[in-house]
């Protein structure tokens, strides 16, 4: 039994900043990647930013300069710093997780529940 549990999103203005959280429980022996990914109305699903135990990052080029992915490997719980958010950032944010389960199995796409991110004056 895994969990992934979101942070709440919520409404900012253009310019403004905010921190996603996503934490991952359960049967997890260790946690390969965590990463963001966002579904706007009529778009698909992209990439936000992913991250490895060890710290490599990679961000779509649309939020570089803008977001800063973390994860702490010892909490399994990634985080999205966003700031100088732009109403074209609106989506509902999406948490990934690829992990080994403690009998050994890989999950490679597994996903949270998803919290809605407004920036809109």
């Known amino acids: 039994q895994v969990q992934l549990v979101e942070s709440e999103g919520g409404l900012v203005r253009p310019g403004g900043s905010l921190r996603l959280s996503c934490a991952a429980s359960?049967?997890?022996?260790?946690?390969?990647?965590m990463g963001w990914y966002r579904q706007a109305p009529g778009k698909q699903r992209e990439l936000v930013a992913v991250?490895?135990?060890?710290?490599?990052?990679n961000y779509a080029d649309s939020v570089k300069g803008r977001f800063t992915i973390s994860i702490d490997n010892a909490k399994n719980t990634v985080y999205l710093q966003m700031t100088s958010l732009k109403p074209e950032d609106t989506a509902v944010y999406y948490c990934?997780?690829?992990?080994?389960?403690?009998?050994?199995?890989?999950?490679?796409?597994?996903w949270g529940q998803g919290t809605q991110v407004t920036v809109s004056s």
């Open positions: 991250i490895t135990r060890d710290g490599r990052a």
């Open positions: 359960g049967s997890i022996s260790i946690i390969y990647a």
């Open positions: 990934n997780a690829d992990f080994e389960y403690e009998y050994g199995l890989r999950e490679y796409d597994y």
